[in-house]
């Protein structure tokens, strides 16, 4: 299980890799986020920590 920095580095890699680029395909693992499948036209301004999570 990562720790806090770990999953820092993590989201520091998403953000980097992911912000002002075109999403064209995306899933969820959790049954609870199927809703969003709607979306469309979507762009990430950031990844980041809490904790053990990325958000």
Do not use: W, Y
């Amino acid at each position: 299980m990562p720790e806090g920095p770990e999953t820092r580095r993590m989201a520091d890699s998403i953000s980097t890799a992911l912000i002002d680029k075109k999403i064209i395909s995306f899933s969820f693992f959790h049954e609870q986020l199927d809703p969003l499948r709607a979306l469309s036209n979507i762009s990430v301004f950031d990844a980041l920590s809490k904790g053990k999570a990325i958000i």
